[in-house]
């Protein structure tokens, strides 16, 4: 209560003394400027006007809050603002793409035995679907956090001289333009549900009695697990997976716009790439998108 009191004290008092200032025609320079701190804490000065900066005056980047399928899980209550309910994300994945291969497999009598590869024995399903397909998920959060600190160093390390800030503002807008782009993920989910599809099966695919297949007189035909699995499952890990190369797309273009500008490096800095050094880190944020590869 006496903070509140003493603060709103001192606001009448600054009213005043501001009042009678602009009645004289006087004005205070920009370096005398007082910023009034509020109760949630101090404003942020803005170096141009000696105003408080509102952190929406730049472009936020985050290569993964945006695109259709944001917004649709974002809808569904199956994303956040901030990624949240990345559990409720996993285990609707893998109830969509494997659980429904086991039920089937079940049903079909091909869960254990009868076929030469047995749902139970398909190694290379259960590390798909449960581990490389939560680990990409999961990797959104990693690369939403680490990616926007690093982009925010430019700024904090002092590297964009007044003349390219907003330059380097444009680029962000740009990429985050591309990010959102409906097309290119439409473009994205047709090569995933279409193209994708003679892939597998001309590389990928068992010629042999499975789970998901039965060889008829050399003539493959799916059984209903074999259905889910390659019409539904294989195409959503896939399209999941396309949209990790689409952002590291987006990532390399950005990095290369970035580069065209002029920064203001220093050649005597201590991590030996002129205050560049923070982007190294962006390989470790993008570790977890090469690693399912070691499960699928």
Not at 169 to 179: E, N, Q, T, W
Not at 256 to 269: I, P
Request: with cysteine.
């Amino acid at each position: 209560m006496q903070r509140r009191k003493m603060l709103k004290q001192f606001r009448e008092t600054l009213s005043k003394r501001t009042t009678r200032h602009a009645r004289d025609g006087s004005t205070s320079p920009r370096a005398y400027v007082l910023q009034i701190p509020s109760e949630s804490g101090p404003p942020v000065p803005n170096p141009v006007s000696g105003a408080p900066k509102s952190v929406s005056e730049h472009p936020d980047f985050s290569l993964v809050l945006g695109g259709p399928l944001y917004q649709i899980l974002l809808r569904a209550h199956m994303d956040g603002p901030a990624l949240e309910l990345l559990q409720r994300r996993i285990v609707a994945a893998v109830l969509i793409t494997w659980l429904p291969l086991a039920l089937l497999a079940l049903v079909n009598g091909s869960f254990l035995r009868g076929v030469s590869v047995p749902f139970l024995y398909d190694l290379d399903v259960h590390a798909r679907f449960l581990l490389s397909l939560p680990l990409l998920i999961a990797a959104e959060v990693l690369v939403h956090r680490r990616l926007r600190q690093i982009v925010d160093q430019f700024k904090d390390r002092d590297l964009l001289p007044p003349e390219v800030e907003h330059k380097f503002d444009s680029i962000i807008a740009s990429a985050m333009r591309l990010r959102n782009s409906i097309v290119i993920e439409m473009v994205l989910l047709a090569v995933s549900f279409t193209g994708g599809y003679w892939v597998w099966e001309s590389a990928a695919s068992l010629h042999t009695n499975t789970w998901y297949s039965q060889i008829d007189n050399g003539t493959a035909s799916f059984t209903w697990a074999g259905y889910w699995y390659v019409f539904f499952s294989i195409p959503i890990f896939r399209f999941v997976l396309l949209r990790w190369y689409f952002r590291l797309c987006i990532w390399y273009l950005f990095l290369f716009r970035v580069s065209r500008l002029d920064l203001r490096l220093n050649a005597l800095h201590p991590d030996r790439a002129g205050g560049l050094g923070f982007l190294g880190h962006s390989a470790d944020a993008f570790a977890p998108v090469p690693w399912h590869r070691q499960f699928s």
